[in-house]
């Protein structure tokens, strides 16, 4: 049968799931997304306890359900502790999104080795460390008949520069290509028990880790010519794709990459030209 009579293959109730970096940018819009959707969210947080308190207390006023968690993804100690917190305060993990990443921009002959650790650490190693901890779950707990068709989802949070070479960035860029292979490697791996791996990949989206390019008319101008579709995308464009992303209407998708980006990664330059 292709589902269950009557359920809605797009809600998330009974689930839980964890959003790495959910205090800010994309990943409050992905937290809102799936606690809309009917999931218990749990918000990982670095250093910004107010904004993930806040965010949590916003999602249980519209009666949702959902914890702030602190952890360094770049950690593997906190990590594990992440886990074995969410487990014991939600009951379990259905579902990880993967989001938390940073920017640390140079030119390459002025890239100091700290640049390139950081941007590595936290955009590609705290995506395995969690990514690890979340299989570990997922194995041990199954297919639970009824609440989901997987045994567990989890979302890497890429970039439209996982294809497209970015100059003056080449720590954020080398992280994201190895973010592609370490999805899309992990999703042949696991495929058969029933974990679903996926990547999403935005394009331009409106928040603070790339305001210098849409805050001021000028530099607004130059980044909409990137952008066929003709806008800068909001942090609720991937929040939806995420939450369709990790729900049972898409129980077929395993290691894809979704591209929200307004057509970003479709050489714009091209129009007209070439
Ligand atoms: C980066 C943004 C950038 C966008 C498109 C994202 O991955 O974090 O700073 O605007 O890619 O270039």
Same mark, same amino acid.
């Given at each position: /049968?292709?589902?269950?009579?009557?359920?809605?293959? =797009?809600?998330?109730?009974?689930?839980?799931?964890?959003?790495?970096?959910?205090?800010?940018?994309?990943?409050?819009?992905?937290?809102?997304?799936?606690?809309?959707?009917?999931?218990?969210?749990?918000?990982?947080?670095? $250093?910004? &306890?107010?904004?993930?308190?806040?965010?949590?207390? !916003?999602? $249980?006023?519209?009666?949702?359900?959902?914890?702030?968690?602190?952890? &360094?993804?770049?950690?593997?100690? &906190?990590?594990?502790?992440?886990?074995?917190?969410?487990?014991?305060?939600?009951?379990?993990?259905?579902?990880?999104?993967?989001?938390?990443?940073?920017?640390?921009?140079? @030119?390459?002959?002025? /890239?100091?080795? &700290?640049?390139? +650790?950081?941007?590595?650490? #936290?955009?590609?190693?705290?995506?395995?460390?969690? %990514?690890?901890?979340?299989?570990?779950?997922?194995?041990?707990?199954? #297919?639970?008949?009824?609440?989901? $068709?997987?045994?567990?989802?989890?979302?890497? #949070?890429?970039?439209?520069?996982? #294809?497209?070479?970015?100059?003056?960035?080449?720590?954020?860029? %080398?992280?994201?290509?190895?973010? %592609? /292979?370490?999805?899309?490697?992990? @999703?042949? !791996? =696991?495929?058969?028990?029933?974990?679903?791996? +996926?990547?999403?990949?935005?394009?331009?989206?409106?928040?603070?880790?790339?305001?210098?390019?849409? !805050?001021?008319?000028? @530099?607004? !101008?130059? =980044?909409?010519?990137?952008?066929?579709?003709?806008?800068?995308?909001?942090?609720?464009?991937?929040?939806?794709?995420?939450?369709? =992303?990790?729900?049972?209407? @898409?129980?077929?998708?395993?290691?894809?990459?979704?591209?929200?980006?307004?057509? /970003?990664?479709?050489?714009?330059?091209?129009?007209?030209?070439?």
């Amino acid at each position: /049968m292709d589902q269950r009579p009557g359920s809605d293959p =797009l809600r998330l109730d009974g689930q839980c799931a964890l959003v790495t970096g959910g205090d800010g940018g994309i990943g409050t819009e992905v937290s809102r997304s799936l606690a809309r959707a009917g999931a218990a969210v749990a918000v990982n947080y670095r $250093r910004r &306890d107010d904004a993930a308190r806040r965010l949590v207390e !916003e999602i $249980r006023a519209e009666g949702g359900r959902a914890t702030a968690v602190r952890g &360094d993804v770049t950690r593997e100690d &906190d990590v594990v502790a992440m886990f074995r917190r969410i487990e014991e305060e939600l009951g379990g993990l259905d579902v990880l999104i993967n989001n938390a990443g940073v920017q640390c921009d140079a @030119a390459v002959h002025e /890239m100091s080795l &700290d640049d390139w +650790n950081d941007v590595i650490a #936290v955009n590609l190693t705290g995506q395995f460390l969690c %990514a690890r901890e979340a299989t570990r779950v997922f194995l041990r707990r199954g #297919v639970r008949s009824g609440v989901s $068709r997987a045994a567990g989802k989890i979302v890497f #949070v890429s970039s439209v520069h996982d #294809v497209i070479p970015w100059a003056g960035h080449a720590n954020y860029a %080398a992280a994201k290509g190895g973010v %592609a /292979m370490l999805m899309k490697t992990l @999703a042949q !791996e =696991l495929a058969a028990h029933r974990i679903r791996v +996926n990547a999403i990949s935005p394009g331009a989206i409106r928040t603070p880790i790339n305001r210098a390019a849409w !805050e001021t008319p000028e @530099a607004e !101008e130059r =980044l909409l010519a990137l952008i066929p579709y003709g806008r800068i995308g909001e942090p609720g464009d991937v929040g939806r794709a995420v939450a369709w =992303l990790v729900s049972d209407a @898409a129980d077929y998708v395993v290691g894809a990459t979704l591209y929200v980006d307004g057509g /970003m990664t479709l050489y714009p330059a091209f129009i007209g030209n070439g």
